[in-house]
């Protein structure tokens, strides 16, 4: 649990949600020229708006981009439960363990009295030993203020995940942006087929709630749409009464450009993010592994959440 504002809340809310206020406001700003203020007080509760947005920004993103990976039979694990297994660690592309996996093996044997078994058939009870190991593990290099560099894979690999995220979503808004100004052109648009993209919007979010047991990952997408009928309608009322004008056909080119180097953006972005999720996991079994043994403990430590690949 972060107690205190720290370096976390700012890779992995500040940022990332700083980073989704300034995309969603570019495309409207290039069109109406308005931006915003650089006063003092304007500036800290816009920071504060971000650090907001970015709290809702982690949820949704790490149910739509779960730091897991799926192995040969395509369940779906935390690196942490990968690379200490000897029969599916080679789905991980970078950072493997290689032989150290069997010293720390043993030695989370001697510490904590958890066989985490790197030879056996995987099963879910033995991929929650694995990560309750992982867990304790990092306890102890917290303790012995020896997880400086594990946390800033973990900050990074928050970073990149929210910041792809962001990316994910302007590309939606500037979808949404570009159809509304071409539909400006050609004067199709209007407040029937308003009204028809919300409700259908609607509908595919109450159906898509209703079969799924966890709608979590799917309400990113849900926003993503929003932030698509969003820009839909949004660009309409700047764009009234221009007509087919050279102007507005260059910000159509420029909203789809837009979103061409969001999706780009985004793409590398989430898969930076997967290979700091399974560098933070290598990190911490690496540097627990280096340590100088010391008496087993008694109880584990609770990092939260975060602590778990």
């Given at each position: 649990m972060i107690e205190r504002f720290n370096f976390f809340d700012v890779y992995g809310y500040l940022l990332p949600g700083g980073?989704?206020?300034v995309l969603t406001w570019l495309p409207f700003g290039l069109i109406s020229g308005r931006w915003p203020s650089a006063d003092w007080p304007?500036?800290?509760?816009?920071?504060?708006v971000a650090y907001i947005i970015g709290h809702l920004l982690r949820a949704l993103s790490k149910a739509a981009f779960p730091e897991k990976f799926a192995d040969k039979n395509g369940n779906l694990r935390y690196p942490s439960d990968l690379l200490v297994d000897e029969r599916d660690?080679?789905?991980l592309p970078t950072h493997k363990l290689g032989s150290l996996k069997y010293v720390i093996a043993e030695k989370i044997g001697e510490r904590f009295g958890i066989d985490i078994m790197i030879s056996a058939h995987w099963s879910p009870e033995l991929g929650l030993d694995r990560n309750v190991a992982f867990l304790k593990?990092?306890?102890v290099l917290t303790k012995a203020n020896a997880a400086k560099y594990a946390?800033?894979?973990?900050?990074?690999y928050e970073l990149t995940r929210g910041v792809g995220a962001a990316f994910m979503l302007a590309v939606f808004l500037y979808a949404g942006v570009s159809l509304g100004i071409l539909l400006q052109l050609t004067n199709?648009?209007?407040d029937a087929e308003i009204a028809f993209g919300i409700a259908l919007l609607v509908l595919i979010g109450l159906a898509i709630k209703r079969i799924s047991a966890s709608a979590a990952k799917e309400t990113f997408w849900i926003v993503g749409w929003m932030f698509l009928v969003t820009g839909t309608i949004i660009i309409d009322a700047p764009m009234a009464g221009a007509g087919g004008s050279p102007e507005i056909l260059s910000g159509a080119f420029v909203a789809v450009a837009m979103a061409g180097l969001s999706w780009v953006f985004s793409s590398v972005s989430l898969f930076e993010f997967r290979g700091y999720a399974i560098s933070f996991a290598s990190t911490v079994y690496r540097d627990f592994s280096n340590l100088i043994p010391e008496p087993p403990e008694e109880e584990p430590g609770d990092q939260g959440e975060e602590g778990v690949i």
């Open positions: 980073l989704l206020m304007e500036t800290v509760a816009a920071a504060g660690d080679h789905v593990c990092r306890s946390e800033q894979q973990q900050g990074m199709r648009i209007g």
